[in-house]
């Protein structure tokens, strides 16, 4: 019998708990195996936090639940600790030795990390350290390479597009032009997809450097032509051409940089350029709460089941992704990178011969 771990690292996306039922339910079922929850990440592990038994119970109710019952962290690297000394400085230390000794001391067999790129990062190299952990990724912004889509993306696009429709039917009747700031810090998939299955008349991504000049124009043609209001839907990580990213809070050795304003400075110049009222809305993390859609809680079932097979088969140093239809073994490796949108791909063209402009 083994005796494995499961961890949520980063970011948390609708269908990770989800993951965690998938996980105990094939263990339990198919293996006879034993499985503990780790709290908050690879910072469960190292602060010693007390693990979560996790059995047939304890997961009955999670398919349809957002968030993750283990919590998560996204500072959470073990090769970057910020250590507080007694004078009050601080420096960064590795304690990725720490991660391999608590593992030991919990008896773990394996060890299955649900995370983003900085998850997979982090578990790469304790697998080159000798740990024996499987990744499952998790991105509501879908980025994460070689796999064709993560869960949580598709829970996002549903709340992103209804948000986008409710601004239709006030931009309608008050002849506004409504801008919509949707996640995807470094990659404009929710962007992409909303602005396509809302009818945004511009979207702006962060593969696409913009110029509000070709979105101004592109509304004053509109108008020109008898529409009477226009949606845009803006990345969080878009830029203008010349320009840099809009940042709230600027990031340090832990934590990122918090991205936004990116809505309200093309809004303005909306504003400005065209005349018309503009409104702008920031969704947030709304995107990043709430039920999983059933395409999402299909997808992290599918996840999780394959982790547990992973481990069986002892692949360390894999993540399980998907490709086209099927699940396959992705080495972390090659995760690391982000999945960008193709400025020129056909999706951006699907989008472009629908009339849509990117600036
Ligand atoms: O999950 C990814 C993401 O949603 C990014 O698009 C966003 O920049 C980031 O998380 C915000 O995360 P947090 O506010 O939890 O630091």
């Known amino acids: 019998m083994k005796r494995i771990g499961i961890l949520t690292g980063g970011g948390d996306a609708p269908g990770?708990?989800?993951?965690?039922?998938?996980?105990?339910l094939t263990a339990i079922n198919r293996y006879g195996w034993e499985v503990i929850g780790i709290r908050q990440g690879f910072d469960?592990?190292?602060?010693?936090?007390?693990?979560v038994k996790l059995d047939e119970l304890a997961v009955r109710d999670l398919l349809l639940r957002g968030g993750?019952?283990?919590?998560?962290?996204n500072r959470?690297?073990?090769?970057?600790?910020?250590?507080t000394k007694p004078d009050g400085t601080s420096e960064m230390v590795d304690v990725a030795d720490e991660v391999l000794r608590?593992?030991?001391?919990?008896?773990l067999d394996a060890?299955?990390?649900?995370?983003?790129?900085?998850?997979?990062?982090?578990?790469?190299r304790l697998v080159e350290m000798g740990a024996r952990i499987v990744g499952v990724p998790k991105t509501i912004d879908n980025d994460l390479a070689n796999t064709d889509v993560t869960f949580g993306f598709d829970t996002a696009l549903v709340?992103?597009?209804?948000?986008?429709?409710?601004?239709?039917?006030t931009a309608e009747s008050h002849d506004r032009v409504m801008v919509l700031e949707v996640m995807g810090r470094n990659a404009g998939w929710i962007a992409l997809t909303t602005g396509v299955a809302g009818g945004a008349d511009a979207i702006l991504i962060p593969e696409i450097p913009f110029s509000v000049e070709v979105v101004c124009n592109k509304i004053k043609e509109l108008f020109a032509n008898g529409q009477h209001y226009a949606l845009v839907v803006v990345a969080e990580g878009a830029h203008p051409i010349s320009g840099e990213q809009q940042y709230l809070i600027k990031g340090d050795a832990i934590y990122e940089a918090r991205l936004g304003g990116v809505g309200y400075l093309v809004g303005n110049a909306l504003q400005d350029c065209t005349g018309a009222e503009v409104r702008v809305s920031v969704?947030?993390?709304?995107?990043?709460?709430?039920?999983?859609?059933?395409?999402?809680?299909?997808?992290?079932?599918?996840?999780?089941?394959?982790?547990?097979?992973?481990?069986a088969e002892s692949k360390w140093g894999y993540m399980v992704a998907l490709h086209g239809t099927k699940i396959a073994a992705a080495p972390m490796k090659d995760v690391i990178d982000i999945k960008r949108v193709d400025p020129q791909g056909e999706m951006v063209q699907t989008a472009r011969s629908l009339g849509i402009v990117f600036g």
Do not use: C, Y
Not at 44 to 51: C, E, F, M, V
Not at 159 to 169: G, H, N, S
């Open 102 to 107: 608590r593992m030991d001391d919990l008896k």
């Open 159 to 169: 709340t992103a597009t209804e948000a986008l429709d409710k601004l239709q039917t």
């Open 283 to 311: 969704l947030g993390h709304v995107q990043r709460g709430g039920q999983p859609t059933p395409r999402d809680r299909w997808l992290a079932s599918r996840f999780g089941v394959a982790s547990v097979q992973f481990v």
């Open 111 to 124: 060890l299955i990390a649900a995370g983003g790129d900085g998850t997979m990062a982090a578990a790469l």
């Open 68 to 73: 993750t019952i283990l919590g998560a962290v």
């Open 76 to 83: 959470g690297n073990p090769f970057m600790r910020k250590l």
């Open 16 to 24: 990770l708990n989800a993951v965690i039922r998938a996980v105990v």
């Open 44 to 51: 469960g592990l190292l602060s010693g936090l007390p693990t």
